[in-house]
Structures are given as structure tokens and as C-alpha cells.
């Protein structure tokens, strides 16, 4: 039998992903449903989302934002709607216009800031519904192949699922949303990177008690960017209020990864976990890309517990809706196990963390560095 080169399995993988595309669901950002309007659903839970964006403004019916890159940071907000019949590890999303809110996620009254007082004052609103100890803020950079739609329905699905108590906060980078676009979409993670001291420097200027900040695939690389950025600068966690950095199925480079986490302070690693899983079949295209480098969301679990970080291995977990990639958000199992970390004092440790060691004596999660 002959074997397939590198080079056509590569090509093969990267087709399917293109076929896989080609079906993308449609954009749903401010578009209602008029015979069932989300607000008439009062067993939908609704969340208000706030935007931040290194995308350009979109023409396109319920897109938003599109994939070109801005020169300034775009602040916005949405309501999204949760159906009642909501399962959690999965995402309704409509495969059609408009969406029916009893069963699909609907994304409604989209509105845009006119200056960084204005949004500051808008997230301070709803940090100030909440109960003193949850008034926190949860930053989520999403990843490779996303559109705004794309990013905003993980997020709310995440949030809910999780059981977040706090404000959720999208950083939404230009990307393509089209899987052969991969070099396109890594350099728009690098032009939103000059981007990131603003980001901080809004959220800084909130009443937020305290910050949790998730990244995801190559999300994750802009993330790290910005802290090694910050540190340099001598404000990384200046305020003191970040507690979690969660980076899930991180899409970066094992070397460049070691260079980063060797400029972060100690303390600040203790604060960081990752998500990975050898079965990540996203991260296997990405290596072939990269000429063979291995990826930190599919490294040795030792090898990165060795950088001081706490590794949280997902690989046996197979039950995820959203595939190998976002086991994150589609698996039930693990949004409650983030949830669990999220919203309480203690850190993941089955000693540590309420009702973690009896989720872990059922689950084939493991955890190291703890």
C-alpha cells in the first residue's frame, strides 16, 4: 500500500476543513424573529455581552463586525438569548433567519459606544446588579476561523454553562472565518496585539473587584503576547485583580511558548491553567502548517507542568459537541469543571474547590501542577 506524503495528507485535511466551512451557518447579530420576538420568551435567560473589536464595522446583515482589521478599537454590546430547551455542551444556533428563540440562540439589540466613558459606564451597570463577591469580569479572546456571530454564540453558551456569576467580555480579533485564511488570521492576532494596552486600560477603569481571562486556540497567542507585552512594561496585573488565566486548545508554538512563560513572573503562572488534549485533530493541521512544531494544546502534559504552570488534560474526554478543539465549551463535563473553578475562592484542586473531587472521580480529566 502506498502512503500518503505529508504534504497531500496536509492538503486533504485542509479540504475538509474548506468543505466543513462551506456550510457555515448564517450571521444573526441584531436580527429578531417578528413572530417571536426573544423578549416574548420568558423562559429564555438572556445575557448581555460587551464588545471589544480589532474587526471592521460590516455592511452584511446581522455580521456586525466583519473579517477586515480596524485601525480602532470598536466597543460594543449584545443581548443573547438562551432557549429554554437548552442542553448544556451544546450551542442551538439557527441554521436559518430568523431565529426561533424557544429553541436557538438569538443575538438582539446590538449597540455600539461612542467613547470608552460610555462603555465603561454601560459594564459598570451591570456589574452593579451584582452581588458584591460576583462582580467580576470574564475576558474571552476566541480563535482561529471565527466570525463575530461565531464568537458571541461560544461565549454566551460558555457563560451559561458555566454558571459564570459575572460580566462577559469579547475580544473579537479580524478573523477570516475561512479555514484556508490560517496565515491571515495569525497575522490579525499580531496587529490586535498593539491593541491589548487599551483593552486593559478600559478594563482597568471599571468597578470590576477582580478579572478571569480565557483564551482559546489562537486566541491563546495573542494572550500570551500581551502579557509578555505588559510585563516588559512593568504592568502586568498591576491592579492585582486578575485571578484565573485559562488558555484552552492553545495554538501556539511549544518553543515560542517556552520563550513566553520564561519572561512571566512566577506568581503570575500560578494563575494560569491549560486546557490541552492529544486528540485535537485542529492542532494536528495547524503542527503540519508550522513544518512539524509541535502545539502547546497537544504537548506532554509533564513537559508543560515543568514551566509552572497547572495543565488540566482532556484527552480522554469524547463527548464534546463542538469536537476535539473546543472540548472547553462542548463538553458538559468540563464546563462544569471550569464553572467550578470560575466561581469559587479556591483554585482547581480536588482539595481546594468545592465539589470538584467527586466531579473528577467520574470524568477522565486530570490535572497536574496542583
Not at 43 to 53: C, G, K, T
Not at 116 to 138: M, S, V
Not at 216 to 243: K, N, P, Y
Not at 303 to 317: A, C, F, K, Q, Y
Request: aromatic content about 6%.
Amino acid at each position: 500500500m502506498t502512503r500518503a506524503r505529508p504534504t497531500t495528507r496536509l492538503l486533504a485535511m485542509l479540504l475538509a476543513a474548506v468543505l466543513a466551512a462551506c456550510g457555515r451557518p448564517p450571521e444573526l447579530v441584531g436580527i429578531d424573529n417578528p413572530q417571536v420576538p426573544a423578549e416574548s420568551v420568558a423562559e429564555a435567560r438572556e445575557h448581555r455581552l460587551f464588545i471589544m473589536s480589532t474587526r471592521a464595522a460590516s455592511e452584511v446583515i446581522g455580521a456586525f463586525y466583519g473579517a477586515g482589521r480596524a485601525p480602532d478599537l470598536g466597543l460594543a454590546s449584545v443581548d443573547v438569548t438562551v432557549p429554554p430547551t437548552h442542553v448544556s455542551g451544546h450551542l442551538e444556533r439557527p441554521e436559518q433567519l430568523p431565529p426561533d428563540p424557544r429553541s436557538e440562540f438569538a443575538v438582539v439589540d446590538p449597540a455600539i459606544y461612542g467613547s470608552e466613558t460610555a462603555f465603561i459606564r454601560a459594564i459598570d451597570r451591570e456589574l452593579a446588579r451584582r452581588p458584591a463577591g460576583q462582580r467580576q469580569l470574564l475576558l474571552f479572546i476566541h480563535g482561529y476561523n471565527n466570525t463575530t456571530s461565531d464568537a458571541i454564540l461560544r461565549l454566551t453558551q460558555f457563560v451559561h454553562d458555566t454558571g459564570f456569576p459575572g460580566v462577559p467580555v469579547l475580544l473579537t480579533w479580524a478573523s477570516a472565518a475561512r479555514a484556508p485564511r490560517y496565515v491571515y488570521d495569525l497575522n490579525s492576532a499580531l496587529v490586535a496585539r498593539s491593541k491589548l494596552k487599551d483593552v486593559a486600560g478600559i478594563l482597568a477603569r471599571t468597578e470590576a473587584g477582580s478579572f478571569d481571562i480565557f483564551a482559546h486556540s489562537m486566541g491563546t497567542l495573542l494572550a500570551m503576547e500581551g502579557f509578555v507585552d505588559a510585563q516588559d512594561a512593568g504592568r502586568l496585573d498591576a491592579g492585582g485583580r486578575i485571578e484565573t488565566v485559562m488558555l484552552a486548545s492553545p495554538d501556539i508554538d511549544i518553543d515560542l511558548f517556552r520563550s513566553q512563560i520564561g519572561r512571566l513572573p512566577v506568581s503570575f503562572r500560578q494563575k494560569m491553567y491549560l486546557l490541552i488534549s492529544h486528540d485535537d485533530g485542529a492542532l494536528r493541521v495547524s503542527r503540519a502548517i508550522a513544518g512539524g512544531v509541535p502545539r502547546v494544546g497537544a504537548a506532554d502534559a509533564a513537559e508543560l507542568e515543568n514551566l509552572g504552570v497547572t495543565v488540566i488534560d482532556l484527552s480522554e474526554i469524547d463527548d464534546s459537541s463542538a469536537g476535539s478543539h473546543a472540548k472547553f465549551a462542548g463538553s458538559p463535563e468540563v464546563v462544569q469543571l471550569i464553572g467550578a473553578g470560575l466561581n469559587s475562592a479556591g483554585r482547581f484542586g480536588v482539595a481546594t474547590t468545592p465539589g470538584l473531587g467527586e466531579l473528577l472521580a467520574e470524568v477522565p480529566i486530570r490535572i497536574f501542577g496542583e
